[in-house]
T-cell receptor, first 113, second 114 residues
Framework: QKEVEQNSGPLSVPEGAIASLNCTYSDRGSQSFFWYRQYSGKSPELIMFIYSNGDKEDGRFTAQLNKASQYVSLLIRDSQPSDSATYLCAVNRSGGSNYKLTFGKGTLLTVNP | GAGVSQSPSNKVTEKGKDVELRCDPISGHTALYWYRQSLGQGLEFLIYFQGNSAPDKSGLPSDRFSAERTGGSVSTLTIQRTQQEDSAVYLC????????????FGPGTRLTVT
């Protein structure tokens, strides 16, 4: 079982729709969870993090965490063509003073005008 | 403030030559990471420095790869006797111990071995 799993996509949604990106992780002791956006040819950019069960909203983005199901998701409301990118899920497995993250391979999102 | 910087942005080298890639983390960040990303692939962890602790070198793919971090700040990744399979984008990231471990990435160095 991979440590952090994401559907590679591509996930294609029409402009204005909600895009739902999912991530599962294997280490039940994982502490904090991150979503990065990576445009083609660019480096990853942090867009959200979450560490408590439930939802966390920031503008058009909502991160959802369910530790019992070992599942974290990212919802993008009112998707725009500029949201087209690869979205990387990352997990801090150990917490404490170890800040090493484990990354999923990413989901390619395409928003069609 | 200034983000993570990396140099050079692009490097073309001949097979068998040594290369050095540099990373300047965000000021005050004590943790520094190197990753490699081949075309269309995910991030491959290489090495992790945390303060004065011994680095986590578990991701280095061979003994041709090494990294140093001087004075707890700037880091250099060295690849000796480069091979064509070393061609990739090398990304550096840093994080603060006062956060949750969120990492901030530099723009990367694109390495091409001919």
């Amino acid at each position: 079982q991979k440590e952090v799993e994401q559907n590679s996509g591509p996930l294609s949604v029409p402009e204005g729709a909600i895009a739902s990106l999912n991530c599962t992780y294997s280490d039940r002791g994982s502490q904090s969870f991150f979503w990065y956006r990576q445009y083609s040819g660019k480096s990853p950019e942090l867009i959200m993090f979450i560490y408590s069960n439930g939802d966390k909203e920031d503008g058009r983005f909502t991160a959802q965490l369910n530790k019992a199901s070992q599942y974290v998701s990212l919802l993008i409301r009112d998707s725009q063509p500029s949201d087209s990118a690869t979205y990387l899920c990352a997990v801090n497995r150990s917490g404490g003073s170890n800040y090493k993250l484990t990354f999923g391979k990413g989901t390619l999102l395409t928003v069609n005008p | 403030g200034a983000g993570v910087s990396q140099s050079p942005s692009n490097k073309v080298t001949e097979k068998g030559k040594d290369v050095e890639l540099r990373c300047d983390p965000i000021s005050g960040h004590t943790a520094l990471y190197w990753y490699r990303q081949s075309l269309g692939q995910g991030l491959e962890f290489l090495i992790y420095f945390q303060g004065n602790s011994a680095p986590d070198k578990s991701g280095l793919p061979s003994d041709r790869f090494s990294a140093e971090r001087t004075g707890g700040s700037v880091s250099t990744l060295t690849i000796q006797r480069t091979q064509q399979e070393d061609s990739a984008v090398y990304l550096c990231a840093s994080s603060s111990t006062s956060g949750l471990g969120e990492q901030y990435f530099g723009p990367g160095t694109r390495l091409t071995v001919t």
